[in-house]
């Protein structure tokens, strides 16, 4: 199976866990845009269901599907949110952002009752940190801001280059929040929370990809079937 039908896979299977009246979160990424269009099959069937997005882009795949969808100062408790990651560990840690909507991920996922992960088994990792930690910022005082960065991050025992995200016309990338991201190559994270606590305090950070504690479940797909980790139902 190719890597886009494990994904496939995942987001089936996570769709078997939609109720008629959920409020839902629904992820950003390749992996999530699969579940969007499979809930939207459902919907067209008659599914009740209720949305909240975590990007733009996700909330323009979902209306041109016909999936009815709220804000979350309309909707503020979410009873599911499914979303892909970019490493998750045994422990059900994550690192998310790699389509620059991490904040807003994470604010979704917060108001849920539960987040299930959708990946293929590639994203599991026995230590994260090999994908680079996005880390979203204000763009004013960006020089100050990226070197208190570089100190907390030293400070947590982790070492690695610092990246401001660019688009590929070379341009510097800007989340819907109007915000720049630094990406954080360190190879690997020793303490996750530790370095999750380090950068809460920088200012001018927003928010980190480092989620913790947010994942009651993963849904992994792989050539030999579905794996899950933690609670999923």
């Not at 880390?135 to 280059?161: D, K, Q, Y």
């Not at 020793?190 to 920088?202: C, I, R, S, T, Y």
């Amino acid at each position: 199976m190719s890597p886009d039908d494990l994904k496939k896979l995942a987001a089936a299977r996570a769709l078997e866990l939609v109720r008629p009246g959920m409020r839902l979160g629904l992820g950003t990424g390749s992996t999530a845009k699969h579940f969007v269009d499979l809930l939207g099959a459902r919907v067209a069937a008659g599914l009740d269901v209720l949305c909240v997005a975590t990007s733009e882009v996700t909330q323009a795949q979902a209306e041109s599907l016909g999936i009815p969808m709220s804000t979350l100062d309309e909707t503020p408790e979410l009873d599911l949110t499914v979303d892909g990651a970019d490493e998750v560990d045994p422990q059900l840690r994550l690192i998310k952002g790699a389509g620059a909507a991490l904040l807003r991920e994470k604010i979704v996922a917060a108001a849920s009752k539960r987040m299930v992960v959708i990946a293929d088994d590639s994203k599991l990792v026995a230590e994260l940190g090999r994908f680079p930690l996005p880390i979203e910022v204000v763009p004013f005082g960006l020089e100050a801001t990226r070197r208190a960065m570089a100190a907390a991050i030293t400070a947590s025992g982790a070492a690695g280059e610092l990246r401001l995200r660019k688009r590929p016309d070379g341009t510097v990338l800007l989340t819907d929040g109007g915000h720049y991201i630094l990406d954080a190559h360190l190879g690997r994270i020793a303490n996750p929370e530790l370095l999750g606590a380090a950068l809460n305090v920088v200012p001018g950070v927003v928010e980190h990809g480092l989620f913790l504690g947010l994942a009651a479940g993963a849904i992994l797909a792989s050539g030999d079937g579905l794996k899950i980790l933690g609670a999923i139902e």
